[in-house]
């Protein structure tokens, strides 16, 4: 392969490699998709990936949950009546979708 070829590749994996995760925020999301408190953007930082927290009763969507978060789990349990699931992902704006 030709040199120039090899370092354009290259540069273009480092700025890939390099691009930050941005993730949603959304402190409360309600029945009727709705941001009432923390809308914005974050940053994943070391560690981070996109977090989704939906809390469900009686299989309905009640509220959730969105931020960047550090050693983030998948996950889903029952607790007094409703179901908490954690969906973590690592593409950009992802949690906004899951």
């Not at 941005?22 to 999301?29: A, N, Q, Y």
Request: hydrophobic residues 35%; positive net charge.
């Amino acid at each position: 392969m030709n040199k120039p070829f090899l370092l354009l590749f290259s540069l273009s994996c480092l700025i890939v490699a390099a691009t930050p995760l941005i993730c949603v925020t959304c402190h409360l999301r309600t029945l009727t998709d709705h941001c009432r408190r923390g809308y914005g953007i974050c940053v994943a930082q070391e560690h981070e990936t996109c977090m989704s927290l939906k809390i469900y009763q009686h299989d309905v969507l009640q509220v959730s949950y969105m931020v960047c978060q550090k050693f983030c789990n998948n996950l889903k349990y029952d607790l007094n009546n409703r179901t908490y699931v954690h969906r973590c992902c690592q593409s950009n704006y992802c949690n906004f979708r899951t």
